[in-house]
């Protein structure tokens, strides 16, 4: 059973950055994918970033060149630096980890483990 549990959301400035952070327990597949997601009360639930195996990655448009996905194996764990931050990043932030090991991400249906979230706020 994979556990996952999100820290380093708050508040911040437009322009602004945060590191979030996704500790995870339980085994993960080196090739599976891991994702974070996002979702604010009346939308979809967006997913934000993808890495899988040997750091393929993938990006919404809409932080393509601001958000960066990262893994470090050694200390189990998914990071999402964020910079230049927009108000419309406001949302709840979650970690996210599938069993899905192909060289494309999987549709989100394959994420079969989620954190409890964290809170992210930009003002302008």
């Known amino acids: 059973q994979v556990q996952l549990v999100e820290s380093g959301g708050g508040s911040v400035q437009t322009g602004g950055s945060l590191r979030l952070s996704c500790a995870a327990s339980?085994?993960?597949?080196?090739?599976?994918?891991m994702a974070w997601f996002r979702q604010t009360p009346g939308k979809e639930r967006e997913g934000v970033a993808h890495?899988?195996?040997?750091?393929?990655?993938t990006y919404a448009d809409s932080v393509k060149g601001r958000f960066t996905i990262s893994r470090d194996r050694a200390k189990n764990t998914l990071y999402l630096q964020m910079n230049s931050l927009k108000p419309d990043d406001t949302a709840m932030y979650y970690c996210?980890?599938?069993?899905?090991?192909?060289?494309?991400?999987?549709?989100?249906?394959?994420?079969?483990?989620w954190g409890q979230g964290t809170q992210v706020a930009v003002s302008s």
């Open positions: 890495i899988g195996a040997g750091g393929r990655t």
């Open positions: 996210a980890a599938s069993q899905w090991t192909g060289n494309s991400p999987p549709s989100d249906g394959h994420y079969n483990s």
């Open positions: 339980g085994y993960i597949h080196i090739r599976a994918w």
